[in-house]
């Protein structure tokens, strides 16, 4: 939305820091990519908004284990094979971030 200038005052106020510092990614989730030193090396290749987006969509559900596990899945096997998945950058208007 800001990029667009679309973003209003009352939308910046509640907007999350969406700075890499602002982002906290579970442990699990980067012990898990870190497994393997081709998954792990192509992951950290992908740009820092698809990884964001991608470990946040798992670590919302660590209260679900089994959608928790099997989105943990998804993401090595996609990475181990360098695939890059899902509706991450908003069709590249999100790729400055």
């Known amino acids: 939305m ?3 200038g ?5 939308g910046r106020a509640v907007f999350p ?3 890499p510092s602002g982002f906290i990614a579970d442990s699990d989730i980067l012990t898990a990519l870190q497994a393997d030193t081709i998954t792990w090396n ?8 698809y990884q964001r987006v991608r ?3 798992i670590q919302i559900k660590k ?8 989105r943990l899945k ?7 094979r360098n695939i890059m998945f899902g509706e ?7 790729l400055d971030y």
Do not use: A, C, V, Y
């Open 74 to 80: 998804k993401l090595i096997d996609n990475t181990r």
């Open 17 to 19: 820091d969406m700075s």
């Open 6 to 10: 679309l973003m209003t005052n009352s």
């Open 2 to 4: 800001e990029k667009l």
């Open 88 to 94: 991450w950058n908003d069709n590249g208007r999100l």
């Open 42 to 49: 192509n992951f950290i290749n992908f740009p820092t908004l």
């Open 55 to 57: 470990i946040d969509t």
């Open 63 to 70: 209260k679900q284990p089994e959608l928790f596990n099997n």
